[in-house]
């Protein structure tokens, strides 16, 4: 229905359906799960790069601290946790290896907190 001054005209709801402007098209369900699909993949498609860095740099400096003395357990679990994700990370697998790299700067990080209150504890005659 149009509505031109006084004068009102009453368009059939076929002419308008039938009407390239006016065509509405139902979403396609398919269409629409793909593209969550490729949303929720977006966010861990892509190489933890930053992650593996950050674990390395924190098995080093535990290293460099002393933490293989002073914590051995948890440099090697931070180690083997380390290696797992480079495994992980050759193999595509980048979710399980951005757990593991996190995982083991964690480790790394609290075996270093460990040998660096060794080395400032009072020593014992």
């Known amino acids: 229905m149009t509505v031109q001054g006084t004068i009102v005209t009453v368009i059939p709801r076929t002419v308008l359906m039938g009407s390239p402007l006016l065509h509405i098209s139902r979403p396609r369900p398919l269409l629409a799960i793909l593209l969550l699909l490729l949303a929720?993949?977006?966010?861990?498609?892509g190489?933890?790069?930053?992650e593996m860095s950050n674990a390395r740099q924190a098995?080093?400096?535990a290293e460099q601290a002393g933490a293989a003395q002073?914590?051995?357990e948890l440099m090697?679990?931070?180690?083997?946790?380390?290696?797992?994700?480079?495994s992980n990370l050759r193999h595509g697998e980048y979710?399980?290896?951005r757990?593991?790299?996190e995982l083991a700067r964690s480790k790394a990080v609290e075996a270093r907190s460990i040998a660096e209150a060794a080395k400032q504890a009072p020593s014992k005659p």
């Open 47 to 50: 190489a933890p790069v930053q």
């Open 59 to 61: 098995v080093r400096a």
């Open 76 to 86: 090697a679990e931070s180690k083997a946790l380390l290696k797992q994700a480079e």
């Open 99 to 101: 757990d593991e790299a």
């Open 95 to 97: 979710r399980a290896a």
């Open 40 to 45: 929720a993949m977006s966010g861990c498609a």
């Open 70 to 72: 002073a914590a051995p």
